[in-house]
């Protein structure tokens, strides 16, 4: 068997999932794991499919053939490598919304070696001042080598910088 990682952006209406689902079965494939989502009017969605190796090509070639259905299909090679010893957390960030919070955030985290592995971020109203409020969630893996402290006393210097309010919590 072999994974495959593919990425789906469509229009968002009923069927999409359906037609890359029957795509997938027809092959022989095995819909593994997956996440999805709709905005602003487009449906967007990652999903990890294992397929019998000599069915690899047959099913890459109908995935791209869903374009003619306004369904746009990246496949990937699943790595299948392991990740080094983390631990997980959990980030959540809320502050005034403005340009650059999500690029100053990821730049402190790569720079400390912790991966990315989940993020949701929204704008919300404040409840008092209707100000719009950038609100974040993510799931880190940092690495057993840094001291949750020290990327919590990085974090906070910056979350200074830029107005946030921070917290970390482990998951486990």
Do not use: Y
Not at 156 to 166: F, G, I, N, R
């Amino acid at each position: 068997m072999e994974h495959l990682v593919l990425t789906v952006i469509a229009a968002d209406k009923p069927g999409v999932v359906e037609r890359v689902a029957h795509c997938i079965a027809e092959r022989g494939g095995n819909w593994l794991e997956s996440r999805m989502a709709h905005m602003a009017g487009q449906f967007a969605g990652i999903l990890r499919v294992s397929v019998p190796m000599e069915n690899r090509s047959e099913l890459v070639s109908a995935l791209e053939d869903l374009s003619t259905h306004g369904i746009r299909v990246l496949v990937g090679e699943s790595s299948g490598t392991q990740a080094s010893a983390s631990k997980p957390i959990l980030m959540t960030l809320v502050g005034n919304d403005r340009p650059g919070i999500v690029r100053e955030i990821t730049a402190l985290l790569s720079k400390q070696g912790v991966n990315l592995e989940r993020l949701s971020t929204d704008v919300r109203p404040a409840p008092m001042s209707s100000d719009p409020l950038f609100h974040a969630e993510a799931a880190l893996a940092v690495p057993s080598s840094l001291a949750l402290d020290e990327l919590q006393a990085a974090l906070e210097t910056l979350a200074d910088d830029l107005m946030v309010e921070l917290q970390l919590r482990s998951e486990e």
